[in-house]
């Protein structure tokens, strides 16, 4: 079945750094691919989402880059901020067109950035 | 952006008790979803629902029941709560399925004593 690999359950920097998270996905179909960003004591929420492939994608200085022959979708930041603290999830949702359209959520990653 | 609100914030309960979960979205997205959140598994989809009256099995729904009764209504009910189901519990919706955001609503803590 569809899954979704975060290698990293706990990753500690130091303000300035750059930061990348590891997703790694597995599905037979065509991938849509999230991350979602959760902050102590609140929601998850979207940070951005592909399904193209070797298209960077950019937010809030955050980008990832789907690489559907390696099936990642790593989430990187050139240098991090206190305020980046938080849970990170990758997610998967594979296309609608094989029936199955739920998301599929990693264990996620909890990055937390010192002074 | 969207609004998902949940009620209670805060549950406490026995086990063996009778618990409901209620979330409503006022965007009148298709799709809503129940999740559990627990630490080093992620989310895991419970029960979710594309329309008033439909309701389709999760990843995890063993002693959950699911009830969407309209467009904005959607409810978790555990009809004997058991310790193993003291958890962080997210609704969300979307307007679409496969590839749309999920918006989500501010949580509900259970605990089973």
């Known amino acids: 079945g569809d899954s979704v690999t975060q290698t990293e359950g706990l990753v500690t920097l130091t303000k300035g750094l750059p930061v990348m998270l590891n997703c790694t996905y597995q599905?037979?179909?065509?991938?849509?691919l999230f991350w979602y960003v959760q902050h102590l004591n609140e929601a998850p929420k979207l940070l951005l989402k592909s399904s193209t492939d070797n298209k960077r994608t950019e937010h809030q200085g955050f980008y990832a880059t789907l690489h559907k022959s390696s099936s990642s979708f790593h989430l990187q930041k050139s240098s991090v901020q206190l305020s980046d603290s938080a849970l990170y999830f990758c997610a998967l949702s594979a296309d609608a067109s094989s029936g199955s359209w739920q998301l599929i959520f990693g264990s996620g990653t909890q990055l937390t950035v010192m002074p | 952006e969207a609004a998902v609100t949940q009620s209670p914030r805060n549950k406490v309960t026995v086990t063996g008790g009778n618990v409901t979960l209620s979330c409503r979205q006022t965007?009148?997205?298709?799709?809503m979803y129940w999740y559990r959140q627990d630490t080093g598994h992620g989310l895991r989809l419970i029960h979710y629902?594309?329309?008033?009256?439909?309701?389709q099995i999760g990843d995890v729904p063993d002693g959950y029941k699911a009830t969407r009764t309209t467009q904005e209504d959607f409810f978790l009910l555990l009809e004997l709560a058991s310790p193993s189901q003291t958890s962080l519990y997210f609704c969300?919706?979307?307007?679409?399925?496969?590839?749309?955001?999920?918006?989500f609503g501010p949580g509900t803590r259970l605990l089973v004593l």
């Open positions: 599905t037979t179909y065509s991938p849509f």
């Open positions: 969300a919706s979307s307007d679409l399925g496969a590839e749309d955001t999920q918006y």
């Open positions: 629902s594309y329309g008033a009256g439909n309701l």
């Open positions: 965007n009148s997205h298709n799709y």
